[in-house]
């Protein structure tokens, strides 16, 4: 027999419990790391120690603003470009199959080009600019986007279509009342994957050519040999890039307000 | 064995003026699915079979039947939703506006709120579907969910209605469509009898009022014709109460097994034995 | 070459013989793809000297990973390198020894299109420097304008997009760029045809230093545990660049058969012109210089590009070229 | 106001033996849903008010109530499945098998198919689920495909299937699972008239044998009590067939309302009069 | 007055359509190419004419093989690997959330840190072999599957979940029954990203320590200034690319049987 007396039951606060184990989870990391590299007798020239990267960071505090700025300047006007694209072009090609067909090999192309080779490219076309920087971050951007967002709409059930349908509803209803939304948890899933991803990029493309950023800083680094302030950068890299994601999680629970079971990740 | 009795006032006499939706000869199959249906179903599923059956100008029309002969099937039909991998075979010719549109209005059995919109917004789906002013349709969709016993639900999202309370919602939708004519499939399936009761004279009075006023609107734009309803249900008394005519479709495939139209003034509307003894076939 | 098929004969035979010794495994690391300044290399993989000489060498490509930190490590034996990351590493505590200089001297130039009419440094002065974004290039850049007479802030420094120079000299991204004569500017000249100017660092010695770049490091460990395997490699080697400089044509070839992918072209006018310049003298390949090291390093000092001390005395040796000084 | 009529052989005297399934003072509410419900139901939405309910062993309870009153609420908390956000006040007691878990099989209003499972495949859920081991599970599903006019749809995927059909096939999946307590909510909505008697004479004599046997089954592993239906319906037929005692709820919030026992012999079973009035109330 | 009168209609052979329509879009674009360096006079060092990339390509042909062979045989180990990984990982997670918890910082870090710093270390680990590119492919491809799974799962309607656990299932039930098939169609669409990426990660991965494989033949061809060779290398990468898609676009058709409505994309 299972029996129970209830007064009034909550769900326990869970999002300072997560907020707490990843605290946790990354302490523990930084801890593993610097015994490690402390037992393993490791050179600072191969693997430095937290501690070091710590004191360089310090050390080098005044010098990286400028970088962070430029970088997330790069990656949040990216995301925002790459995120529309790629939910537009989810949404236009789901109501027109045809332009799904012939989008698709340009899609393809845009991703699977190396960067090397796109870029000087597109400095001829852009210049050296934000421009090419934040349009490199958007092509990275808009894919997760659009695959995940074109699949949110296609699993959509046939239910909802229709219900629009028979009520007189024609292509741009069905899109506007169903698809649309339907394609938002999608397209956020693809939007937390390219949020992750966003900052990377236009960490690369300041390696292609850029006078400031965190990807400026660990290229000069790298020449320099530097190893620690190598660190330093991926550091910032891993920090700016958790902020995105962060942000992208909240703007789940606002955009998608129907979804109660909205746990964890 | 079609039986015929004598029409209501409202509804004309059959054959005397032109049907507002006519179905003739209609047989839909589906194919085998994929991977197979199994079972004797292999090689496709006969649902409907020369299915013959007109809606005249202001016709309210009850369809019974087993379950599973057809109901929705053939609704879906009328409503120009049919998965597309089924395959058609006779006529089918439905009233369409000024617009080109089809001038109906479909309710699914399993009535289709989008998890997405709050009650209010899903009922306004029917209003932006449709093409009727927001101003003209909120304040209706206010006045309605105060008589479907909604109110104060305005704001709930669909999974926290109950059963019932999300069936009115879709109803309270597709009269929002104004469309002529209406195709409803099990409206009131998961209604205690009060309520069911309530909902029944609420279809019947106001809103076919309504809905001559809407198909004479559609009229005046077009040349199209008048308004009818098409109504599956599994209640005898509610498509007594209601229907002009009620058909009765066999077992699958579907064909027409009884055919009756409500006698006028009398004060038993059909022969409920006769009726009876069709659907226990 | 019937000579080049006899050897080959040979050296199998030996193998043979040898069959019972096991050979030793020896990982070197490129600093590059393959190119003429790995022709010794090639050439003596192709002949079978190294298995001669009991070696089994495997050859790595590292594409961006640093040799340095993979010797420093113990993943490789031997890394093509170069002074300006020898000397920081060495500071930072990896125990990294240069064993040979694959080139004498710098052969690093400031290449640029003849239209510019940059020939001298103080022609940077109003001109695009095309950056890799390193502290030693504005140092050595500065060094060579104010030494002749310029005004190094005048020196635009502009990133460089892609290390293909023709593009960004021709779509006016940048007017000069660091480049290697061995490879970059002869491509551009002798190759593609272009007229092009290039001042050459090795013409400016008084400015700025000389240093070695590249060349052939090992690691202290490997120095300590296996000195043989370190002299038999280096031997090797040294024999594989003489040989390259007697006769690049051969050189060019075994580089060819073993990446397939390089213009030949290229590559026979580069080893053409590295065959005078890898040393004096064929028996003299590899010699390093104590004063070079000294001078580069107090160089990198004065200039904040040296954090700590590189021991500069431990960073060199010459004790295991065929012909010791 | 709560009557109490005579007992029918199989249910034992109200407190004469310790309830199989107990609810006591229950009260639910339910929080402002996000972003506000509106209207009058801003602060909460209090759905069940200080329900008391006891099952005895092999006793059909029938709940009846205007839609919205709290029933699907009611057989979830039952069932274990609440909304973790909703407030609950009051005692529940289910029983519990050997393994420590709920002996409850609940079917959900809206059937609740998976729908990346066959038609039998769905069935089996029932039985995976509840831990019946497969070579029996099978050949019954087999048996009540034919039974409940499934035959031939194993292998339908479930948009395949028609409404009635659906419902059909998740009341199979809740026997299959073999549970002493049934807990089914409005499992004949979709059906029609023949159909449902059917499946009405069905689950009164087939399966209330077979529960027991499971309620026996259980009773000898662990030292849990007997078996138990609670149907919620809104057919005042279907409850007077097959109830041992009628549950009738208030309007929201759900109280108990009225309260009756299936008289032993008798022609008529209940009082109809007095059922309808409580429900007209 | 809609009327009609039918017989036997049938859905066209849209996958057909699909594909000639896929084939004229590439046939255009490599047309506008050869144009556009026409016209603009482009010398070829920028961008050479698909005319003479092809005929590098049938030049070159011999030598192309084993170059392909390896980087099929990574980005194909690399993808199974990382699809499976990242499902598991999401259909863990979402039945334990601590442990995603747990893991989110490091999933997090693994995907932001430069695979040029990841690189030494992972030779340090893995050596020159195979194993540490496969593990890079590994770690690209596993992310979007995980976050795209996870989103899939997380979104799936209560109902299902409610279903099983009220006929006596457990965790263990509902994960079975329902978030593992609920994730496929997530999972799917995470994969079509990751296959996109699959084998460009491996040609980054050569460019780290390889001897053979098509980034192996790029920055050769890119050293050695043969642009025209450099596009053959991406050439590849996209055919590649394609051919991985197209796969998992296949492989869709027989995961998910239930789903009906699957156009395009
Ligand atoms: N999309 C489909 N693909 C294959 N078969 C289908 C499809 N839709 C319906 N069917 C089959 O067609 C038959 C009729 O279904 P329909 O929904 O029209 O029945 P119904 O008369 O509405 O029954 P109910 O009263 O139970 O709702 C059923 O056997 C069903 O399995
Ligand atoms: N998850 C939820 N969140 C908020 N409100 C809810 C939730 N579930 C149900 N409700 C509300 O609780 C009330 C009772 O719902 P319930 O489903 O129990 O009614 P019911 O008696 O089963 O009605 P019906 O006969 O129409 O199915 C309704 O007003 C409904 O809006
Ligand atoms: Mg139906
Ligand atoms: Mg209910």
Same mark, same amino acid.
């Given at each position: 027999?299972?029996?129970?007396?209830?007064?009034?039951?909550?769900?326990?606060?869970?999002?300072?419990?997560?907020?707490?184990?990843?605290?946790?989870?990354?302490?523990?990391?930084?801890?593993?790391?610097?015994?490690?590299?402390?037992?393993?007798?490791?050179?600072?020239?191969?693997?430095?120690?937290?501690?070091?990267?710590?004191?360089?960071?310090?050390?080098?505090?005044?010098?990286?603003?400028?970088?962070?700025?430029?970088?997330?300047?790069?990656?949040?006007?990216?995301?925002?470009?790459?995120?529309?694209?790629?939910?537009?072009?989810?949404?236009?090609?789901?109501?027109?199959?045809?332009?799904?067909?012939?989008?698709?090999?340009?899609?393809?192309?845009?991703?699977?080009?190396?960067?090397?080779?796109?870029?000087?490219?597109?400095?001829?076309?852009?210049?050296?600019?934000?421009?090419?920087?934040?349009?490199?971050?958007?092509?990275?951007?808009?894919?997760?986007?659009?695959?995940?967002?074109?699949?949110?709409?296609?699993?959509?059930?046939?239910?909802?279509?229709?219900?629009?349908?028979?009520?007189?509803?024609?292509?741009?209803?069905?899109?506007?009342?169903?698809?649309?939304?339907?394609?938002?948890?999608?397209?956020?899933?693809?939007?937390?994957?390219?949020?992750?991803?966003?900052?990377?990029?236009?960490?690369?493309?300041?390696?292609?050519?850029?006078?400031?950023?965190?990807?400026?800083?660990?290229?000069?680094?790298?020449?320099?040999?530097?190893?620690?302030?190598?660190?330093?950068?991926?550091?910032?890299?891993?920090?700016?890039?958790?902020?995105?994601?962060?942000?992208?999680?909240?703007?789940?629970?606002?955009?998608?307000?129907?979804?109660?079971?909205?746990?964890?990740? | 064995?079609?039986?015929?009795?004598?029409?209501?006032?409202?509804?004309?006499?059959?054959?005397?003026?032109?049907?507002?939706?006519?179905?003739?000869?209609?047989?839909?199959?589906?194919?085998?699915?994929?991977?197979?249906?199994?079972?004797?179903?292999?090689?496709?599923?006969?649902?409907?079979?020369?299915?013959?059956?007109?809606?005249?100008?202001?016709?309210?029309?009850?369809?019974?039947?087993?379950?599973?002969?057809?109901?929705?099937?053939?609704?879906?039909?009328?409503?120009?939703?049919?998965?597309?991998?089924?395959?058609?075979?006779?006529?089918?010719?439905?009233?369409?506006?000024?617009?080109?549109?089809?001038?109906?209005?479909?309710?699914?059995?399993?009535?289709?709120?989008?998890?997405?919109?709050?009650?209010?917004?899903?009922?306004?789906?029917?209003?932006?579907?449709?093409?009727?002013?927001?101003?003209?349709?909120?304040?209706?969709?206010?006045?309605?969910?105060?008589?479907?016993?909604?109110?104060?639900?305005?704001?709930?999202?669909?999974?926290?209605?109950?059963?019932?309370?999300?069936?009115?919602?879709?109803?309270?939708?597709?009269?929002?469509?104004?469309?002529?004519?209406?195709?409803?499939?099990?409206?009131?399936?998961?209604?205690?009898?009060?309520?069911?009761?309530?909902?029944?004279?609420?279809?019947?009075?106001?809103?076919?009022?309504?809905?001559?006023?809407?198909?004479?609107?559609?009229?005046?734009?077009?040349?199209?014709?008048?308004?009818?309803?098409?109504?599956?249900?599994?209640?005898?008394?509610?498509?007594?109460?209601?229907?002009?005519?009620?058909?009765?479709?066999?077992?699958?495939?579907?064909?027409?097994?009884?055919?009756?139209?409500?006698?006028?003034?009398?004060?038993?509307?059909?022969?409920?034995?006769?009726?009876?003894?069709?659907?226990?076939? | 070459?019937?000579?080049?098929?006899?050897?080959?004969?040979?050296?199998?035979?030996?193998?043979?013989?040898?069959?019972?010794?096991?050979?030793?495994?020896?990982?070197?690391?490129?600093?590059?793809?393959?190119?003429?300044?790995?022709?010794?290399?090639?050439?003596?993989?192709?002949?079978?000297?190294?298995?001669?000489?009991?070696?089994?060498?495997?050859?790595?490509?590292?594409?961006?990973?640093?040799?340095?930190?993979?010797?420093?490590?113990?993943?490789?034996?031997?890394?093509?390198?170069?002074?300006?990351?020898?000397?920081?590493?060495?500071?930072?505590?990896?125990?990294?020894?240069?064993?040979?200089?694959?080139?004498?001297?710098?052969?690093?130039?400031?290449?640029?299109?003849?239209?510019?009419?940059?020939?001298?440094?103080?022609?940077?002065?109003?001109?695009?420097?095309?950056?890799?974004?390193?502290?030693?290039?504005?140092?050595?850049?500065?060094?060579?304008?104010?030494?002749?007479?310029?005004?190094?802030?005048?020196?635009?420094?502009?990133?460089?997009?892609?290390?293909?120079?023709?593009?960004?000299?021709?779509?006016?991204?940048?007017?000069?760029?660091?480049?290697?004569?061995?490879?970059?500017?002869?491509?551009?000249?002798?190759?593609?045809?272009?007229?092009?100017?290039?001042?050459?660092?090795?013409?400016?010695?008084?400015?700025?230093?000389?240093?070695?770049?590249?060349?052939?490091?090992?690691?202290? =460990?490997? &120095?300590?545990?296996? #000195? !043989?395997?370190?002299? *038999?490699? +280096?031997?090797?080697? $040294?024999?594989?660049? /003489?040989?390259?400089?007697?006769?690049?044509?051969?050189?060019?070839? =075994?580089? &060819?058969?073993?990446? #397939? !992918?390089?213009?030949? *072209?290229? +590559?026979?006018?580069? $080893?053409?012109?590295? /065959?005078?310049?890898?040393?004096?003298?064929?028996?003299?390949?590899?010699?390093?210089?104590?004063?070079?090291?000294?001078?580069?390093?107090?160089?990198?000092?004065?200039?904040?590009?040296?954090?700590?001390?590189?021991?500069?005395?431990?960073?060199?040796?010459?004790?295991?070229?065929?012909?010791?000084?």
């Amino acid at each position: 027999m299972i029996g129970a007396t209830h007064r009034t039951q909550r769900v326990p606060g869970s999002r300072l419990r997560a907020a707490l184990i990843g605290t946790a989870t990354v302490a523990v990391l930084v801890a593993a790391w610097e015994a490690a590299v402390r037992i393993g007798n490791l050179p600072p020239f191969v693997l430095p120690r937290p501690s070091q990267v710590v004191a360089t960071a310090v050390e080098q505090a005044p010098l990286l603003g400028p970088h962070v700025a430029t970088t997330a300047t790069e990656a949040v006007l990216g995301l925002a470009m790459g995120t529309m694209l790629g939910w537009l072009l989810a949404v236009l090609t789901s109501a027109f199959p045809t332009s799904g067909q012939i989008s698709h090999p340009v899609v393809l192309l845009s991703q699977t080009i190396p960067t090397v080779v796109l870029a000087p490219l597109m400095i001829l076309w852009a210049g050296y600019g934000l421009t090419p920087k934040v349009t490199l971050v958007a092509l990275t951007v808009f894919f997760p986007v659009l695959v995940a967002a074109t699949a949110a709409i296609r699993d959509v059930d046939a239910e909802y279509s229709d219900t629009v349908a028979g009520l007189g509803g024609g292509k741009a209803h069905q899109m506007w009342l169903v698809r649309l939304p339907a394609s938002v948890p999608g397209a956020l899933a693809g939007l937390r994957i390219a949020a992750t991803y966003a900052v990377g990029a236009a960490v690369v493309s300041e390696y292609l050519a850029g006078e400031s950023g965190i990807g400026v800083f660990i290229q000069r680094s790298r020449k320099a040999y530097a190893v620690d302030q190598i660190f330093v950068g991926i550091a910032l890299i891993a920090i700016l890039s958790a902020l995105m994601v962060a942000a992208i999680v909240a703007l789940r629970r606002v955009a998608t307000p129907w979804q109660t079971n909205l746990v964890s990740t | 064995m079609t039986t015929t009795a004598n029409s209501t006032g409202r509804a004309p006499e059959a054959g005397r003026s032109e049907p507002v939706l006519s179905v003739g000869d209609l047989t839909i199959t589906f194919p085998a699915s994929r991977g197979g249906r199994g079972g004797s179903q292999d090689g496709g599923l006969n649902v409907l079979d020369a299915l013959s059956l007109d809606v005249h100008d202001g016709e309210f029309v009850a369809v019974l039947g087993p379950s599973g002969c057809g109901k929705s099937t053939l609704l879906r039909a009328l409503g120009g939703l049919l998965d597309p991998r089924a395959q058609v075979e006779g006529t089918i010719a439905v009233p369409s506006d000024a617009s080109g549109r089809r001038a109906t209005a479909w309710m699914p059995q399993r009535d289709g709120l989008l998890p997405w919109r709050r009650a209010m917004a899903n009922a306004m789906v029917g209003a932006i579907a449709a093409g009727v002013p927001r101003d003209r349709a909120y304040p209706r969709a206010q006045q309605l969910f105060e008589e479907f016993g909604l109110a104060g639900f305005e704001r709930a999202w669909p999974h926290e209605l109950s059963g019932g309370m999300r069936q009115r919602l879709a109803l309270l939708r597709t009269c929002l469509a104004e469309r002529p004519v209406l195709l409803l499939d099990e409206p009131f399936g998961g209604l205690d009898p009060v309520t069911r009761r309530r909902m029944n004279a609420w279809l019947a009075t106001v809103h076919l009022t309504e809905q001559a006023a809407a198909a004479d609107a559609v009229a005046r734009d077009a040349s199209t014709t008048g308004s009818g309803v098409v109504l599956v249900t599994h209640d005898i008394d509610e498509a007594m109460t209601l229907a002009d005519r009620i058909v009765v479709l066999s077992d699958r495939p579907g064909r027409l097994l009884y055919e009756a139209r409500a006698r006028q003034g009398g004060e038993e509307r059909y022969d409920r034995g006769s009726l009876l003894s069709a659907l226990d076939c | 070459s019937s000579t080049d098929t006899d050897t080959k004969d040979e050296a199998a035979l030996d193998s043979a013989t040898n069959a019972a010794q096991p050979l030793t495994p020896v990982t070197v690391v490129l600093d590059w793809t393959p190119n003429t300044n790995h022709s010794g290399l090639y050439l003596a993989l192709a002949n079978g000297w190294y298995e001669d000489a009991g070696l089994d060498v495997t050859v790595i490509e590292p594409g961006e990973t640093s040799g340095l930190q993979l010797l420093a490590a113990g993943q490789a034996d031997f890394a093509f390198s170069v002074a300006e990351g020898l000397l920081p590493a060495r500071a930072a505590g990896a125990d990294v020894v240069s064993v040979a200089t694959v080139i004498e001297h710098n052969t690093s130039s400031l290449l640029s299109l003849a239209d510019e009419g940059i020939t001298r440094p103080r022609d940077l002065e109003g001109k695009n420097y095309g950056s890799y974004g390193s502290d030693l290039e504005t140092a050595i850049i500065s060094s060579l304008v104010e030494c002749d007479g310029g005004d190094p802030a005048k020196v635009d420094h502009v990133p460089l997009v892609s290390d293909d120079f023709r593009i960004g000299l021709t779509q006016d991204q940048f007017d000069t760029a660091w480049v290697f004569d061995a490879w970059d500017t002869l491509r551009l000249s002798e190759v593609d045809g272009m007229d092009v100017n290039t001042i050459a660092f090795r013409d400016w010695f008084d400015c700025i230093p000389d240093w070695y770049t590249p060349l052939l490091a090992t690691s202290g =460990a490997e &120095i300590e545990s296996s #000195p !043989e395997t370190v002299g *038999a490699f +280096v031997q090797v080697t $040294a024999h594989g660049y /003489a040989a390259a400089m007697e006769d690049p044509t051969v050189a060019a070839d =075994a580089l &060819i058969a073993a990446a #397939p !992918e390089l213009d030949a *072209a290229l +590559v026979t006018a580069s $080893a053409d012109w590295l /065959a005078d310049k890898y040393a004096t003298s064929p028996q003299a390949w590899g010699q390093q210089d104590g004063a070079t090291w000294d001078r580069f390093s107090q160089w990198l000092t004065d200039n904040d590009m040296l954090d700590g001390d590189p021991s500069v005395d431990g960073a060199w040796t010459n004790e295991f070229l065929p012909a010791k000084q």
